[in-house]
């Protein structure tokens, strides 16, 4: 709850003080600490330190998942602060305004991760994507943004009718808006409930980007400015994961199996299109974009399965996958062409910056040592024990082996191939950021109790 | 402590040498690095051989039912043995050899040795897996960077290959671990499972694919000849010299006793046949091979296929007979390298019909060249004829084949060519004219003629007395053979 508030407080903040002043390093040093300061209030929260008490009528439903959850994605947007900054102020004129709308995307992002009601739910969602459509959109001149934008926010606005329509008949089949303990163990689902669930299922696949409802992924991540995409790709999709995994692990965990093999179907497919898709790409960017649904596969599976594994699976998955897409993207930002040619000869003229990207790109691929390996091993292991999908283990291992593909492509062109420096300015607390996250990929792949120690403190 | 030490050494230094500032100075690390475990190894086999130097165990995922533990059994004494003694004879042969950046190619190759010593080690299915995909991260950026012309389409092809096989691996090491009675990955957990003959089956095949891919067995062996022509010299050392026994090795400790009744059923059938076919072709096909470095591939191809045979054969010899084999075809295999970078670096060529007449012009390797070449071939008294007349007469005495006869015909006749193209071998390359490149040609430096007597002192010792490594082995044999017996089966 503090963190909700804080976030929401510092949102406005932001707002006003690009009127107060205009220089860009005190907006940012603004924003830093205040997402410094929200941090800590969720650390004080989850310690059982509240700063207010409101009643919340079981709407809001904190427990250690969504503090912990919420900790994580705001340690990754601290990361997106450190890195990605400076970037975005390349992106337009209103520069306080991108940061008030990320803090009221966070404020989203809390709700979702403790949501008790469907209402809650939807709000979170609406909050998360309106600042996302503006946000897409922030580069007014160019016209592909605009496009991303457009198609963004209809098709968002589609999926988000979907799930008004599921949330409805399950207040119909139910009786009520809460998703704790409204559904009776045992019972026969009636259909109402289950078309209800399935509506759910696809417009939270729509908001995860997972296959086949995908379409609009890599038009809107190519489209919007980098800096915002590597917002998009990591934090917000986290966030619509947790929403997704709280809803059915909470919600719908009594039917498991009138709604599991759907969720085993989409799986199959978002891993198939997406790795099949991504290695075809010419555009290091748009390829990301595919990446980012095929990493979505594997998280998939813990929906799949929903047992402690899956949980502590997929948290560790969203810190992984976040702390190595932002930083691939953190350098993308800075690049002026997206191709893979683009990287010829990187590791010549920075080897530090291309060997922290080895890494990240490593875990991507899931090798081992790193947090991408474990991440993906819990996932495998959570399906493991359902002991009834080793068909989609058996693909998913292929489709990762796919991955390697076009993930080691950039690895080759940086460091195998020859090329002319790229005219690219990378301060020397940038390359230092990145070869810490490095580290932190590496460490949580050997040591995820770092983690997860926190988790069960 | 001697456990750890075999993997920490390499590790530390392999990542202190990244960061060292010029070329010479990392050699000599690495040098020392590898003389350090070549100590320690050896230390592990006479001063400190007691059980409790000798294995190591920590909590490391406890949540996954993993832990960090590590022992020297007899194979894994044998095999760390191996890599620990090829790395210092690599390192000084390809002594006089540049490479750019050369801090970073030592740096890689100590991450290696790191990697295979804990292949080797490892007790634990998650621990071998990390260390199975730690010691091939290395060498993809090693062929990568210092390979040959078309060397990134040859590692490449090599990568994903073998990366399949670790995933399904992995599909399959998690499937047990979800079947072990107290949800655990160590190897004694894996041995007391006792699965269904189906089950068993499928398993199996994830797991062969995984090793078979590694060792190679046709028809999954395409990546091997392209990816030695292609790499380094240094490098090819390592991959044929030790990289391949990671997949007999972990035929040996993860497939056989783990999945016995699988073993049975599939490994007679199917990878005796495949394993045949691979030895038959292979041999065909060295003879046609002008590229001395492609030649000795399929010739490698050839033996392990035989070691392949001799592992299902599930008898006592045949087993002995692998193990010593393992560590005879490491020691032959560099040597044959060896002489391959002396040639290449000398005379700028690997093709056979550029070559010849070395015997006059380089009498010392030459006579180096024709000993190994012999014990290559498994001419008595060199050490390879110990391995293979064990493996012969293992398969002939195995109570498991119904085809040994038909089987044994096969692989002797593969043993003829073998013997056949790697005379010719010698022939085109010391006999004859001399030809353009050849003719200014000199013998082999001091250090070279040493770490070449070396491999030759090693292919006599063993092939007079191979006692010692059989009596090495014999518990770990034994125990394997024991965990793997389905004799049981066949009476009913």
């Given at each position: 709850?503090?963190?909700?508030?804080?976030?929401?407080?510092l949102g406005?903040?932001?707002?006003?003080?690009g009127?107060i002043t205009?220089?860009?390093?005190?907006?940012r040093?603004?924003?830093?600490?205040?997402?410094?300061?929200?941090?800590?209030?969720?650390?004080?929260?989850?310690?059982?330190?509240?700063?207010?008490?409101?009643?919340?009528?079981?709407?809001?439903?904190?427990?250690?998942?969504?503090?912990?959850?919420?900790?994580?994605?705001?340690a990754?947007?601290l990361?997106?602060?450190?890195?990605?900054?400076?970037?975005?102020e390349?992106?337009?004129?209103?520069?306080s305004?991108?940061?008030a709308?990320?803090f009221?995307?966070?404020c989203?992002?809390?709700?979702v991760?403790?949501f008790?009601?469907?209402?809650?739910?939807?709000?979170?969602?609406?909050?998360?994507?309106?600042p996302?459509?503006i946000?897409?959109?922030?580069d007014k001149?160019?016209?592909?943004?605009?496009?991303?934008?457009?198609?963004y926010?209809?098709?968002g606005?589609?999926?988000?009718?979907?799930?008004?329509?599921?949330i409805?008949?399950?207040?119909?089949?139910?009786?009520?808006?809460?998703i704790?303990?409204?559904?009776?163990?045992?019972?026969?689902?009636?259909?109402?409930?289950?078309?209800?669930?399935?509506?759910?299922v696809?417009?939270?696949?729509?908001?995860?980007?997972?296959?086949?409802?995908h379409?609009?992924?890599?038009?809107?991540y190519?489209?919007?400015?980098?800096?915002?995409?590597?917002?998009m790709a990591?934090?917000?999709?986290?966030?619509?994961?947790?929403?997704?995994?709280?809803l059915?692990y909470l919600?719908?965990?009594?039917?498991?199996?009138s709604?599991?093999?759907?969720?085993?179907?989409?799986?199959a497919?978002?891993l198939?299109?997406?790795?099949l898709?991504?290695?075809?790409?010419?555009?290091?960017?748009r390829?990301?974009?595919?990446?980012?649904?095929?990493?979505v596969?594997?998280?998939?599976m813990?929906?799949?399965?929903?047992?402690?594994?899956?949980?502590?699976?997929?948290?560790?998955?969203?810190a992984?996958?976040s702390?190595a897409?932002?930083?691939?993207f953190?350098?993308?930002?800075?690049?002026?062409?997206?191709?893979?040619e683009?990287?010829n000869?990187?590791?010549?003229?920075?080897?530090?910056?291309a060997?922290?990207?080895?890494?990240?790109?490593?875990s991507?691929?899931?090798?081992?040592?790193?947090?991408?390996?474990?991440?993906k091993?819990?996932m495998l292991?959570?399906?493991?024990?359902?002991?009834?999908f080793?068909w989609?283990?058996?693909?998913?291992?292929?489709?990762?082996?796919?991955?390697?593909?076009?993930y080691?492509?950039?690895?080759?062109?940086?460091?195998?191939?020859?090329?002319?420096?790229?005219a690219?300015?990378?301060?020397s607390?940038?390359?230092?950021?990145?070869?810490?996250?490095?580290?932190l990929?590496?460490?949580?792949?050997?040591?995820?109790?770092?983690?997860?120690?926190?988790?069960?403190? | 402590?001697?456990?750890?030490?075999?993997?920490?050494?390499?590790l530390?230094?392999?990542?202190?040498?990244?960061?060292?500032?010029?070329g010479?100075?990392?050699r000599?690390?690495?040098?020392?690095?590898?003389?350090?475990?070549l100590?320690?190894?050896?230390?592990?086999?006479?001063?400190?051989?007691?059980?409790?130097y000798?294995?190591?165990?920590?909590?490391?995922?406890p949540g996954?039912?993993?832990a960090?533990?590590?022992?020297?059994?007899?194979?894994g004494?044998?095999?760390?043995?191996?890599t620990?003694?090829?790395?210092p004879?690599?390192?000084i042969?390809t002594?006089?050899?540049?490479?750019?950046?050369?801090?970073?190619?030592?740096?890689?190759?100590?991450?290696?040795?790191?990697?295979?010593m804990?292949?080797?080690?490892?007790?634990?299915?998650l621990?071998?897996y990390?260390?199975?995909e730690l010691?091939?991260?290395?060498?993809y950026?090693?062929?990568?960077?210092?390979?040959g012309?078309?060397?990134?389409?040859?590692?490449?092809?090599?990568?994903?290959?073998?990366?399949v096989?670790?995933?399904?691996?992995l599909?399959?090491?998690?499937?047990?671990?979800?079947?072990?009675?107290?949800?655990?990955?160590?190897?004694?957990?894996?041995y007391?499972?006792?699965?269904?003959?189906?089950?068993?089956d499928w398993?199996?095949?994830?797991?062969?694919?995984?090793f078979?891919i590694?060792?190679?067995?046709?028809?999954?062996?395409?990546?091997?000849?392209?990816?030695?022509?292609?790499?380094?010299?240094?490098?090819?050392?390592?991959?044929?010299?030790?990289?391949?026994k990671m997949?007999?090795?972990?035929v040996?400790?993860?497939?056989l006793?783990?999945?016995?009744?699988?073993?049975?059923?599939?490994?007679?059938?199917?990878?005796?046949?495949?394993?045949?076919?691979?030895?038959?072709?292979?041999?065909?096909?060295a003879?046609?091979?002008?590229?001395?470095?492609?030649?000795?591939?399929?010739s490698s191809?050839?033996?392990?296929?035989?070691?392949?045979?001799?592992i299902f054969s599930e008898?006592q010899l045949?087993?002995q007979?692998?193990?010593?084999?393992m560590?005879?075809?490491?020691?032959?295999?560099?040597?044959?390298?060896?002489?391959?970078?002396?040639?290449?670096?000398k005379y700028?060529?690997?093709?056979?019909?550029?070559l010849?007449?070395?015997a006059?012009?380089?009498?010392?390797?030459?006579?180096?060249?024709?000993v190994?070449?012999?014990?290559?071939?498994s001419?008595?008294?060199?050490?390879?004829?110990?391995g293979?007349f064990?493996?012969?007469?293992?398969?002939f005495?195995?109570n498991?084949?119904?085809?040994?006869?038909?089987?044994?015909?096969?692989?002797g006749?593969?043993i003829i060519?073998g013997?056949?193209?790697?005379?010719?071998?010698v022939?085109?390359?010391i006999?004859?004219?001399?030809?353009?490149?050849t003719?200014?040609?000199?013998?082999?430096?001091?250090?070279?003629?040493?770490?070449?007597?070396i491999?030759?002192?090693?292919?006599?010792?063993?092939?007079?007395?191979?006692q010692?490594?059989?009596?090495?082995?014999?518990?770990?044999t034994?125990?394997i053979?024991?965990e793997?017996?389905?004799?049981?089966?066949?009476?009913?």
């Amino acid at each position: 709850m503090n963190a909700l508030i804080v976030a929401a407080i510092l949102g406005v903040v932001m707002m006003f003080a690009g009127i107060i002043t205009k220089q860009k390093s005190s907006i940012r040093l603004l924003a830093i600490a205040g997402l410094i300061v929200v941090l800590f209030a969720n650390v004080l929260d989850t310690y059982g330190f509240h700063f207010f008490s409101i009643p919340l009528n079981g709407m809001l439903h904190f427990d250690k998942l969504s503090y912990f959850f919420t900790s994580i994605v705001l340690a990754c947007t601290l990361i997106f602060f450190l890195l990605s900054a400076k970037d975005l102020e390349k992106v337009g004129f209103h520069y306080s305004e991108y940061f008030a709308l990320i803090f009221f995307i966070l404020c989203g992002i809390i709700l979702v991760s403790a949501f008790g009601s469907l209402l809650i739910l939807f709000l979170g969602i609406e909050i998360i994507s309106i600042p996302l459509y503006i946000l897409t959109g922030s580069d007014k001149k160019n016209l592909r943004s605009n496009e991303a934008s457009l198609k963004y926010f209809l098709l968002g606005a589609f999926s988000t009718g979907l799930m008004l329509m599921g949330i409805t008949m399950f207040y119909g089949s139910t009786g009520s808006f809460s998703i704790l303990n409204s559904i009776n163990v045992g019972a026969e689902p009636s259909a109402m409930l289950i078309v209800s669930v399935l509506l759910l299922v696809f417009s939270m696949s729509f908001k995860v980007s997972a296959a086949p409802f995908h379409f609009w992924t890599p038009d809107v991540y190519d489209g919007a400015p980098t800096v915002i995409t590597s917002f998009m790709a990591t934090i917000a999709k986290a966030a619509a994961f947790i929403a997704f995994i709280r809803l059915f692990y909470l919600g719908f965990g009594n039917i498991q199996s009138s709604w599991q093999w759907v969720i085993a179907v989409i799986t199959a497919i978002t891993l198939i299109i997406g790795n099949l898709t991504a290695v075809f790409q010419q555009s290091v960017k748009r390829m990301l974009a595919y990446s980012s649904i095929a990493q979505v596969g594997f998280m998939m599976m813990a929906i799949l399965s929903l047992n402690t594994f899956s949980i502590e699976g997929i948290l560790l998955y969203t810190a992984a996958y976040s702390i190595a897409t932002l930083g691939i993207f953190s350098v993308l930002a800075k690049m002026k062409d997206y191709s893979f040619e683009a990287f010829n000869g990187f590791a010549k003229h920075q080897p530090i910056v291309a060997f922290s990207m080895t890494v990240f790109l490593l875990s991507l691929a899931g090798i081992p040592l790193t947090a991408g390996f474990l991440s993906k091993f819990y996932m495998l292991k959570s399906v493991m024990l359902t002991e009834k999908f080793l068909w989609l283990i058996i693909l998913a291992v292929l489709m990762a082996a796919v991955s390697i593909y076009y993930y080691f492509r950039l690895i080759q062109v940086m460091y195998f191939k020859e090329g002319v420096e790229p005219a690219i300015e990378i301060s020397s607390s940038f390359k230092w950021l990145l070869v810490v996250l490095a580290a932190l990929v590496i460490l949580l792949g050997i040591y995820p109790q770092l983690l997860f120690n926190w988790f069960y403190f | 402590m001697i456990a750890i030490l075999l993997i920490f050494i390499p590790l530390l230094l392999g990542a202190v040498t990244f960061f060292l500032p010029r070329g010479n100075v990392s050699r000599i690390v690495s040098l020392i690095s590898s003389m350090a475990t070549l100590v320690v190894s050896l230390l592990g086999l006479t001063a400190f051989s007691n059980k409790k130097y000798l294995q190591f165990s920590a909590d490391w995922l406890p949540g996954l039912g993993s832990a960090f533990s590590l022992q020297l059994d007899g194979i894994g004494q044998l095999l760390c043995l191996l890599t620990a003694i090829s790395f210092p004879i690599i390192f000084i042969s390809t002594w006089n050899r540049e490479y750019k950046k050369a801090a970073n190619f030592f740096a890689l190759m100590l991450l290696s040795q790191a990697g295979l010593m804990g292949v080797f080690l490892a007790m634990d299915a998650l621990v071998f897996y990390f260390f199975w995909e730690l010691a091939l991260i290395p060498v993809y950026f090693l062929c990568s960077i210092w390979g040959g012309e078309k060397r990134i389409a040859a590692t490449f092809k090599f990568f994903i290959y073998t990366f399949v096989g670790s995933v399904l691996m992995l599909v399959a090491l998690i499937y047990l671990q979800s079947q072990t009675a107290d949800q655990s990955f160590s190897i004694q957990s894996f041995y007391n499972l006792q699965l269904d003959y189906n089950t068993q089956d499928w398993i199996f095949v994830l797991m062969f694919i995984a090793f078979a891919i590694k060792m190679p067995v046709f028809p999954f062996h395409t990546w091997q000849p392209d990816l030695y022509e292609q790499s380094p010299n240094a490098v090819t050392m390592v991959l044929s010299g030790i990289m391949v026994k990671m997949g007999v090795f972990a035929v040996i400790r993860w497939l056989l006793p783990v999945l016995p009744a699988g073993s049975f059923a599939l490994g007679e059938t199917t990878v005796t046949v495949l394993a045949v076919i691979g030895m038959i072709y292979a041999s065909l096909l060295a003879f046609r091979q002008d590229d001395l470095k492609r030649l000795i591939a399929y010739s490698s191809i050839a033996h392990i296929g035989l070691m392949v045979v001799a592992i299902f054969s599930e008898t006592q010899l045949a087993m002995q007979g692998v193990m010593i084999q393992m560590f005879n075809h490491g020691i032959n295999i560099i040597g044959l390298w060896i002489i391959v970078e002396v040639i290449e670096r000398k005379y700028g060529t690997r093709k056979l019909s550029e070559l010849g007449g070395l015997a006059q012009k380089a009498p010392a390797m030459s006579i180096l060249l024709l000993v190994i070449t012999l014990a290559n071939i498994s001419l008595p008294l060199t050490n390879s004829f110990v391995g293979e007349f064990l493996m012969f007469s293992g398969i002939f005495s195995s109570n498991i084949y119904s085809y040994k006869i038909l089987i044994t015909v096969a692989a002797g006749i593969c043993i003829i060519l073998g013997a056949v193209y790697m005379l010719q071998m010698v022939q085109k390359i010391i006999y004859g004219t001399t030809s353009a490149k050849t003719e200014n040609g000199e013998d082999i430096q001091m250090h070279e003629k040493v770490v070449l007597s070396i491999i030759v002192i090693l292919i006599i010792g063993i092939g007079l007395y191979p006692q010692s490594i059989l009596d090495l082995t014999q518990a770990t044999t034994d125990a394997i053979l024991k965990e793997a017996n389905v004799l049981h089966l066949l009476k009913k």
